[in-house]
């Protein structure tokens, strides 16, 4: 019994370390362009809250290069930047209803990002600043909006009705 314990004890082991070798992308892409802020309050907010999902200046922690965690940690960062990339504005981003929306309902930022960075929870006056700041950031600064499956492409003039 023992034999079998420690032999399963050892492919436990090897597993852990040969998982290690799976290849998980950690990049920071460069900042194409930056949102222009209604404020510094609203950014350092930003900063704290959501810069670690949501923009291309992710610090990457320890935590982030041990699989499957690392696994976990990339694959919310490359969600969370594909909705909302504050340091690709120049590229299709969430609406600011969406963004609002998920902040008020609490969604964001994720509960188990809490449970290890303490400084990215927000207090209730901090949530409506945030908004408040991201209402008047978007209002000055649009993103770019995202295409609708076969539609045309953003900012293209509509096409003339053929059928009449």
Known sequence: MKRIL?????LIVAALVAIQLV???????PVTREVAWDSPDTRAIAE????????????WPWYAYVA???WRVASHVERGRGHLNFSEWDQPNE???EVVEVIRDHEMPLRDYLL??????????????LIAG???????????ERRRPGGPPPGAPAQPDSTQ
């Open 116 to 129: 290890v960075h303490r400084e990215a929870r927000l207090t209730a006056d901090e949530r409506e600043l």
């Open 23 to 29: 290849p998980v992308d950690r990049s920071n892409p």
């Open 95 to 97: 609406d600011l209803d």
């Open 68 to 70: 499957p965690v690392s």
């Open 134 to 144: 991201f209402e008047r950031t978007f209002t000055n600064d649009p993103p770019v």
């Open 6 to 10: 420690r032999t399963v004890l050892w």
């Open 48 to 59: 704290r809250a959501c810069f670690a999902c949501h923009s291309n200046e992710t610090a």
